[in-house]
């Protein structure tokens, strides 16, 4: 990610036919503007922007007891939810394409994914998802 520009701060100086007012305008915008840059240049992530969840799981398809998968996702409801990494653990390929997951979200920091069509009974994966607050 680049990094964002420097700020020139807003003068009154630079408003001279408006000096006697612009002062109680500037000073919120500037102060905006240094806290979104310094927020930009630390490097601050989907998450911390967000409020996304992220989860990360083993899943054994040789289990029977696989499905249902119920999981705490640590936000107060979520609105979606995203497969974004599939890695075969026995590498049968290595990584899989993006999958979708059949799920539902339980209204008490928990959801419950039912289904991941795409998977192979037999294997073990690894699984992140990524969990979007309602």
């Known amino acids: 990610m680049a990094k964002a520009p420097n700020i020139r701060r807003l003068l009154v100086e630079d408003f001279p036919d408006q000096?006697?007012?612009?002062d109680k305008l500037l000073q919120p915008i500037n102060q905006l503007s240094v806290t979104v840059q310094t927020a930009l240049n630390k490097g601050?992530?989907?998450?911390?922007?967000a409020g996304?969840?992220?989860?990360?799981?083993?899943?054994?398809?040789?289990?029977?007891?696989?499905?249902?998968?119920?999981?705490r996702h640590g936000l107060t409801s979520a609105w979606g939810l995203q497969l974004v990494y599939v890695v075969d653990t026995g590498n049968n390929?290595?990584?899989?394409?993006?999958?979708?997951?059949?799920?539902?979200?339980?209204?008490?920091?928990?959801?419950?994914?039912?289904?991941?069509?795409?998977?192979?009974?037999?294997?073990?994966?690894?699984?992140?998802?990524?969990?979007?607050?309602?």
């Open 19 to 22: 000096s006697d007012w612009i």
């Open 44 to 49: 601050i992530s989907l998450k911390d922007n």
């Open 52 to 71: 996304v969840g992220y989860l990360e799981v083993t899943l054994d398809t040789s289990q029977p007891s696989a499905f249902p998968l119920v999981m």
């Open 93 to 134: 390929p290595p990584a899989l394409p993006a999958l979708t997951a059949l799920w539902e979200d339980l209204g008490d920091g928990r959801l419950k994914v039912t289904n991941i069509p795409g998977l192979v009974a037999g294997r073990t994966y690894n699984l992140r998802f990524l969990v979007l607050p309602r």
